[in-house]
Every structure is written in structure tokens, then in C-alpha cells.
């Protein structure tokens, strides 16, 4: 044995550390993007830097970064003496975030070195969570550093804080030096990652091969979806029942493709299908980015030609992007010899804009019947969650990857310097919401239906996988004692599960499951391991399908969050808007309308522990946009309710009494006879006709209507409560607010009170409309499930009172008390209306002055019914009160005049028969 000591996996910790990674490496570009996004916006970056006095100071830190020579330049850095504190307090945040940074670059080198010394072995199909694992670490530490170099203040940050930090402690900080060689390295971050990426070419190269056996299969286009029936449950009915593991056969060069489901044989790559191919596209595009000598080899470049084939844009994280053509053919034009790279890539990025949006066009056209399809299926028969679960996953995977394509290449065109022509038409897609919804389908259907999952898998594994997985573990030669005695515990583990335990409710926790086996991974990988992987592919496969039946039982939110997690438009938000203006103003699309709150609930799944400031921002963008969402859903369904109350409504005129006079007119004019032709009136249409139909073609505007008010109660009734962020938006108690208030605003509006012109609406009318109105309402229920008789409880009451709870708006009680005291009783003051007992209503008289309404019209006794049914008891009781302040006032005035008068009355009270008296004393009367 050689003096140097061997490297033993099990001592590095290579699983422990890649899991650990990989976690701190998401938390690290949740900071980052935060802090560019924060020094981006004048807003939010601390206010010094937009002061006009530190200007030149701050172009000085810039210009002579990181070498800073206070003494040199101390005239230009003196406005910063006075607020070092303020700047150490603001910039500390940003500072140690690019140091953390810089510790994170350290263990990501001294990981991959570790794993280069160890040989270790990636195999996707066989060690899926170390390659993923590899993989994703690296796809994550290329985004850093691309992101880390579009910060445009970073120097001045760095710079600021460590001369504020040498002017209060009388020394730099100890990282500056290390930072300032990072991001001076890091000018052109592409060609140094190139540099420190060629001792790690081998692995990279390895475990990105090794996605040949999956890629070219998930990369299919949807001809050959419609060819396979993939994710169709009815492919094969007799194997409905069997359980869906992955048996493939691709040859890509004549594009055939066999899925086999068979509930038996081992799932050869089952991790590997509902991974997301937009994970796999970053993976390929990135390594081969970086370890471009590899190109020369004809299966590296056809994988690195279709992933860029794919799209012209690549997502760094979230809504941070880069355009891989040109952003690779400008890193290959200062290599030597890398011309033809440069023409090929330009001609794939030309390639990529015309061919690729058609393409994602047509897969999303065919995952909405997918969708839809399963989400009938598995409705109807919820059993066939457990044995199925894998089409669920994979369907949600591919859609999300498709949704997420189309989300960046519309916000993110190409250059117009670059000459590239996109087909516009091929990016707007009005069955978005339809796609949504058809998810939030499937993962509603996964959560409630979880424990009939949680039934089959424990079943599966205690019954099946247990049992084969120690038959493997019997043919083994060798085994390491350690890695022996992690087998048995593996085996021991799922063999003792119990159906009990999910009909107790018993909480399931198989995460030790998963990370020994990660462990083994790491141990069975290394190039000198006893049991190797490569050796063991039967229980590597098995292995691999075991975990995923335990994330089934404990692990389904993750999962679901994995594979269909759609925060991603928290960083879209003008597009999300738009799709969703799009959708209400589809009629087609209106029932799937709620997947727009829906997805609201996705957007905290954007945070991370390691950037808690982000979350209170991203909790309060969700709430308002999930409250936008569902106040303009109840506004659009109550606009609908409003124009069929205004059909209603005419409809319910043409059998008022005053509408029959022109077919009185037209009746006499026919039976009239004369020689001479009668002037022709338009002949009216009977109540009632528009219940006839000549065809089914025929489509009124009452059955649009009606269409649409189907389509967007479905909407609200879909669910009774969303979840976000630990808010509960309840859509139904949502609509029936905006009802009130609308049917409230509604009753005022009817009454067309004009207090100008002193037109109102006749009592009789409306109530005619009212009732109208509520027979409209009262079929709602026949829609949504809202108890209506709430709302008119809640509503009409208010009528009744001077004003209104909700706005404090007058109300139809106060409008016509203010206009019969106002208008009718000072008529009726003025001598230009009387009661008439025999009519039995109050009736103009005919004056000079003429009245612009007819008393009777108002105030006979149907009238003053309609009245009182209108403003009820209260409203009542209220006019009357009116009214009799009113004549308690003018009574006052005559006791008034009659004191002012009383001598000259009394004397007209004796002079009744003295005519010339009677006339002079009537000349001595006051104020009359």
C-alpha cells in the first residue's frame, strides 16, 4: 500500500455534503437575486448612492476597485468619512452576502475535487440522486456567478463598506481581498468558469452522458405523444389496474417510441420521468458551456444541439435569464478555431425562434386533454391514484416545464441587433387558464385522496418491494460491513409497515430512507467500492423505485411542489395579469378562471430560509393579486347578473298595464274601416315570443348571457377555500359581498331619481323591477351554492332606513320621502293638487302653471301599496314622521299668522256682511 492515504466515500461525506450544498446554494441565489433586484431600483437601494455628494467618491471606489489608496485619494473619498456608520449599517447585509458567496465557491471546488479524486461513477438511471445532485450543483453555481457579474453596483458596494469598515476599525475587512479578485475574476464569468470547470470535465461530462438514455425519450415532440398516448390511462385497458412503471424502448432516428406499463417488472429509470426536462435542458447547456472542448464528440454535440434547439432563452433563476446563442457564440469568438461553433450556434439560435414556439404550441395543446382526461379519470375512480400516481407527476412536470417556457420566451425576445424573426402568433395561447386549471385539478385530487396513496404504496412496499428487495440482498458476494448493515436496515424498515398504521393516521417519516440510500449511492459510486453500482444495476433500479413509492406515502406535498410548483409567476406578474384579462374575456375559458387565486398559493414556495426578508414581500404580492383575481371574477359574474336583470326586467315591463294601450291602438285601427289608409304603426311583439325558436342555430343574447353566468359561477363554486400564504380566500363569501353591494346600488339605480328635474321612478314600476330583480337572484342558487335569502335579508332591510350600512349612500326610503314632501306635498300646498275621495287618490288640477307629473300616477292607492311594500314598516313609519314634521311646521306658521292677524280677524269675523269693511280690513292682514 502506498504511503498516500486512500480516499474512502464514507469518511468525505459526499452525499451529506451535495444534499447540504445544493440547499444553501438555493438560499444563496434567493440573496443574491434579491440584492440586484434591490440595488436596481432607486427605490429600494440605500439612498446615499443616489446622492449627487458621494458621486465622485463612489466613481473613485469604482474606478481604482479593490485597490484602495486612502491617502492618495483622500480629497475625492472625503464626503464618506461622515457616514461610514450609515453606510457599514446598510451595506453590511449586501457585503456578507458576497462573502458567503465566496465560502459557498470554496465548498463547491473542494467538493468536486474531493469527488474527481474519488472517481466517483454518475449514472442518472442508476444513482439518480447523486447525479441530480451533481448536476443541480453545478447548473446552481454557474447561475451565482452569472448573477454575481449582472450586478452593476457590486463593485461600489465591496468598495464603500470596506473603506467605511478601514476608516472605523483602522483596517480593511479580512475577506475584501479575496472579493475583490472574485469579482475582478469574474468580469467575463463564462471564460472563468471555463478555467476552474476543466479539472471537473471528466464527471461533468460523464453524468451528462448518462442522460442520453432518458433525454432523447422526454424530448419527444407532440406527434409522437399523439403516437405513444402518452399518459393515456385507456392505451391499454386491460393494464389499467397495473401499477405504472417505465419500461422503454426509443430509437430516435426513426422517432418510434414503446411504453409498456406492467405492474412486475422493475421501473428502469422511474425518477427520471416527471424529471423536469427544463432541468435537463439547463444541465446540458451549461456543462457543455463550460466544458466546450468536449463538443469535438459527435453524442455530446447532438445533445448540446437539441437542448439549444429547444428555446432561445435559459432561466438563471427565476426571472433572471440569458440568451445562450449569442451569449456562447461571443464567449467562442475569442477562442481560436471555434468559428464553425459560432456559425453553428447562430444558426440554431434562428432555427430555435422559428421552430421551437410551434412546437411548445402543439404539446400544450395536447397536456390539456391529457390533463383533462386524467383529472376525469381519476375523479371518477380515485382508486387508480395509487397504481397511477407516476402519470400524475409526469403529467404535471411536463406541463409546468411548458408553462415556464412560455412565460420567459415572451417576456425575454432576442436583440433586435441579432436579426431574428419570432412568429408572434405562436406565443399567445388563450388556453392557458385551461391548463392551470386542469393542474390545480390533479394536485387537489392528489391531497384529498392521499391516504387511498398512502394505502396501496404501504401495501406495495411492505408487500413487494420488501420482499424483492431482500432477495437481491441475499445474492450479494460482497458487502461491506457498514454498507451491510444499512441494507438490513433499509429492508427491515419498509417490511415492517402496516396498513393499521394509515387507517390510525399514524404520521409516516421516510427520510432516513432516502438519505441512506444517497449514502449507499456515494459509497457504491467510488471507483475502488467492493459493491459497486455499476455491477449492482438490478438493485440500484429497485432502490430507485422504492424511494419513489415512499415519497408517496410521506412525501406528497414535496412532490407535488417538485413537480408542479408554479411561483414562478410571482416574477411574471404583467404577464399573469394578462392571461388572466385573456381568460375572462374568453367565454370559453371563464369556468377555469380560479386558477388564477390558485396559483397565488404557489408563490411562497419561492422563499427560502436563508433570505427570510423576501417573504413578507412575496406573502403581500400574493394576497393582492389573489384578491384582484377573485374581486374581478365577482364583478365580472355580477355584470353578467346585471345584464340579464336588465333583460329580465324588460321583459317585465311588456306585461305592465300602460304597455297594452299600442295593441289597444292597433287592434281599433284594423277593425276601423275607412277609405283612406291609416297611418301604419310598427306592430309590437307579444310577451312571450321570445320563447319560441325556429332552429337550435339560433343564439340570443339571453342564452350568451346565461352561458357565461354558468361558466363563471362553476368558477366560483369550484372551491370552497384558498390557501395563501395562512390567509383563507373564500370565493363564494367573496361574490356574495360584491352581490350585496351591486343589488344594493342595484334597488337605488332603478329609481332613476333625478333631484334636478324631479323625475323618479312610479312605486308600482318599481317594485315590478324589483321583483324582476330578485326572481333573477333567486336562481343563482341553481348556479353556486349561496343562500340568497341571506343577501336579501342583508340587503333589502337597508332599504328601509334614511341610509344604507354600506356606504352610508341614501336609500329608496329616503328618495321618495324627499320626493313626495318635496315635490307632491308642495304641490299640494301650492292648491295645484287635492285629494279626491272618490278616486281614492291625490289628482292635479288643471292650472296655467303645468306640472311636469301627474299626481294621480303617484299617489293613488296602488301606488301608495307599492310604496309601502317597497319601503316596508320602518320606511313607513319614517315618511310619516316626515310628514308629520312637515305639517306640525306649516301649522306652526299658520298659528304664526293667525297670532300676527288676531284683532284684524276678529274683526272680519263680525263684518261678514259689510263688503267695503271685509275688503279694507283684509288690506291691513300681515305676511299674506
Not at 427560502?608 to 426578508?613: I, K, R, T
Request: charged share 25%.
Amino acid at each position: 500500500m502506498s504511503g498516500s492515504r486512500t480516499v474512502q466515500p464514507s469518511q468525505q461525506k459526499l452525499a451529506e455534503r451535495l444534499y447540504i450544498l445544493n440547499d444553501r446554494g438555493i438560499g444563496m441565489l434567493n440573496r443574491i437575486y434579491n440584492i440586484k433586484k434591490m440595488l436596481s431600483n432607486p427605490e429600494s437601494k440605500p439612498s446615499f448612492l443616489n446622492e449627487k455628494s458621494v458621486e465622485k467618491a463612489i466613481q473613485t471606489v469604482v474606478r481604482k476597485f479593490p485597490l484602495m489608496d486612502i491617502k492618495g485619494n483622500s480629497s475625492q473619498l472625503a464626503p464618506i468619512q461622515g457616514m461610514k456608520t450609515e453606510i457599514i449599517k446598510s451595506l453590511n447585509l449586501y457585503y456578507f452576502t458576497f462573502v458567503d458567496i465566496l465560502e459557498f465557491k470554496d465548498h463547491v471546488s473542494d467538493l468536486m475535487t474531493t469527488m474527481d479524486a474519488c472517481q466517483i461513477h454518475f449514472d442518472l438511471t442508476l444513482n439518480f440522486d447523486l447525479t441530480k445532485g451533481y448536476l443541480d450543483l453545478m447548473a446552481t453555481y454557474v447561475a451565482m456567478m452569472m448573477i454575481v457579474s449582472k450586478i452593476d453596483d457590486r463593485k461600489a458596494v465591496l468598495g464603500l463598506f470596506n473603506y467605511a469598515h478601514e476608516l472605523q476599525h483602522s483596517k480593511g475587512d479580512e475577506n475584501f481581498p479575496r472579493l475583490g479578485t472574485l469579482i475582478t475574476d469574474y468580469e467575463s464569468p463564462l471564460k472563468k468558469m471555463c478555467e476552474e470547470f476543466v479539472p471537473h470535465t471528466k464527471l461533468v461530462t460523464q453524468a451528462l452522458l448518462s442522460l442520453q438514455k432518458i433525454y432523447p425519450r422526454r424530448n419527444l415532440h407532440a406527434p409522437q405523444w399523439r403516437q405513444a398516448q402518452l399518459l393515456s390511462l385507456t392505451a391499454e385497458p386491460a393494464k389499467i389496474m397495473n401499477n405504472a412503471t417505465i419500461d422503454t424502448k426509443t430509437t430516435v432516428d426513426s422517432d418510434t417510441i414503446n411504453i409498456i406499463s406492467c405492474g412486475v417488472h422493475f421501473a428502469s429509470k422511474m425518477p427520471c420521468e416527471y424529471l423536469s426536462l427544463d432541468t435537463m435542458d439547463r444541465w446540458i447547456i451549461f456543462g457543455f458551456m463550460l466544458c466546450h472542448q468536449q463538443l469535438s464528440h459527435p453524442e455530446v454535440l447532438e445533445l448540446w444541439k437539441v437542448a439549444l434547439h429547444n428555446g432561445f432563452v435559459v432561466q438563471l433563476f427565476r426571472d433572471e435569464v440569458f440568451l445562450p446563442h449569442i451569449y456562447i457564440a461571443n464567449h467562442f469568438d475569442g477562442i481560436k478555431g471555434y468559428s464553425k461553433r459560432v456559425t453553428e450556434l447562430r444558426e440554431w439560435l434562428h432555427q430555435a425562434a422559428q421552430v421551437s414556439p410551434g412546437v411548445h404550441r402543439e404539446k400544450r395543446k395536447y397536456l390539456r386533454m391529457a390533463l383533462k382526461e386524467l383529472s376525469i379519470f381519476f375523479t371518477d375512480q380515485p382508486g387508480l391514484l395509487g397504481p397511477k400516481a407516476l402519470y400524475v407527476f409526469m403529467a404535471l412536470s411536463l406541463t409546468r416545464d411548458e408553462i415556464q417556457w412560455l412565460l420567459r420566451h415572451v417576456d425575454n425576445p432576442p436583440p433586435r441587433k441579432s436579426n431574428v424573426k419570432l412568429p408572434q402568433d405562436e406565443f399567445v395561447d388563450r388556453q392557458i387558464p385551461e391548463l392551470l386549471f386542469h393542474m390545480e385539478e390533479l394536485r387537489a385530487l392528489v391531497k384529498k385522496y392521499s391516504q387511498v396513496m398512502q394505502r396501496y404504496y404501504v401495501q406495495y412496499l411492505s408487500g413487494y418491494d420488501a420482499a424483492v428487495l431482500s432477495s437481491i440482498i441475499q445474492t450479494l458476494s460482497q458487502c461491506p460491513e457498514d454498507e451491510s448493515i444499512i441494507w438490513s436496515g433499509l429492508c427491515n424498515r419498509i417490511s415492517s409497515l402496516s396498513v393499521k398504521q394509515v387507517e390510525e393516521n399514524e404520521p409516516f417519516d421516510f427520510q432516513d430512507v432516502r438519505l441512506d440510500w444517497f449514502r449507499l449511492q456515494a459509497y457504491t459510486s467510488h471507483s475502488k467500492a467492493v459493491l459497486s453500482i455499476k455491477t449492482q444495476q438490478q438493485l440500484a433500479k429497485h432502490m430507485n423505485t422504492i424511494i419513489f413509492h415512499t415519497k408517496m406515502v410521506d412525501f406528497l406535498d414535496e412532490m407535488l411542489k417538485e413537480t408542479s410548483d408554479l411561483s414562478i409567476y410571482c416574477f411574471h406578474t404583467s404577464i399573469f395579469e394578462h392571461q388572466f384579462k385573456q381568460c375572462v374575456e374568453f367565454p370559453a375559458q371563464h369556468r377555469f378562471s380560479i386558477a388564477f387565486p390558485m396559483v397565488c398559493g404557489h408563490f411562497m414556495n419561492a422563499t427560502h430560509d436563508l433570505c427570510p426578508e423576501e417573504r413578507l414581500t412575496i406573502g403581500q404580492t400574493s394576497i393582492q393579486y389573489a384578491h384582484f383575481f377573485l374581486k374581478e371574477m365577482s364583478e365580472e359574474v355580477n355584470q353578467v347578473i346585471t345584464a340579464i336583470c336588465e333583460e329580465q326586467c324588460a321583459m317585465y315591463d311588456k306585461l305592465l298595464p300602460k304597455t297594452c294601450a299600442a295593441r289597444l291602438a292597433q287592434t281599433f285601427n284594423k277593425k276601423k274601416k275607412k277609405d283612406k289608409p291609416t297611418k301604419v304603426i310598427a306592430e309590437t311583439s307579444k310577451p312571450g315570443t321570445e320563447s319560441y325558436r325556429k332552429s337550435r342555430q339560433e343564439f340570443t343574447r339571453m342564452d350568451k348571457l346565461h352561458m357565461a353566468l354558468t361558466e363563471l359561477c362553476y368558477s366560483i363554486n369550484y372551491c370552497s377555500q384558498i390557501l395563501v400564504w395562512d390567509h383563507g380566500f373564500v370565493p363564494r363569501e367573496f361574490f356574495v359581498q360584491h352581490l350585496e353591494a351591486r343589488f344594493n346600488k342595484a334597488l337605488v339605480g332603478m329609481m332613476m331619481y333625478n333631484p334636478e328635474t324631479s323625475d323618479i321612478a312610479k312605486p308600482s314600476e318599481l317594485l315590478n323591477s324589483v321583483k324582476a330583480v330578485m326572481s333573477v337572484l333567486q336562481s343563482l342558487e341553481n348556479y353556486v351554492h349561496i343562500d340568497i335569502s341571506r343577501v336579501f335579508n342583508n340587503v333589502l332591510p337597508q332599504q328601509t332606513q334614511p341610509a344604507d350600512s354600506f356606504g352610508g349612500d341614501k336609500t329608496i326610503t329616503s328618495n321618495y320621502t324627499d320626493w313626495y314632501l318635496e315635490v307632491l306635498m308642495r304641490q299640494v300646498t301650492a292648491g295645484h293638487i287635492v285629494f279626491s275621495p272618490i278616486h281614492k287618490a291625490f289628482i292635479s288640477l288643471v292650472t296655467e302653471e303645468k306640472l311636469s307629473f301627474h299626481a294621480e300616477e303617484y299617489a293613488d292607492l296602488m301606488e301608495l301599496r307599492a310604496l309601502a311594500e317597497l319601503i316596508g314598516p320602518y320606511g313607513m313609519r319614517y315618511l310619516g314622521e316626515r310628514l308629520m314634521w312637515h305639517i306640525s311646521s306649516q301649522v306652526q306658521e299658520l298659528k304664526k299668522l293667525v297670532l300676527a292677524n288676531k284683532e284684524v280677524l276678529t274683526q272680519l269675523r263680525t263684518s261678514f256682511d259689510k263688503p267695503d269693511v271685509m275688503k279694507d280690513l283684509s288690506r291691513r292682514l300681515i305676511s299674506i
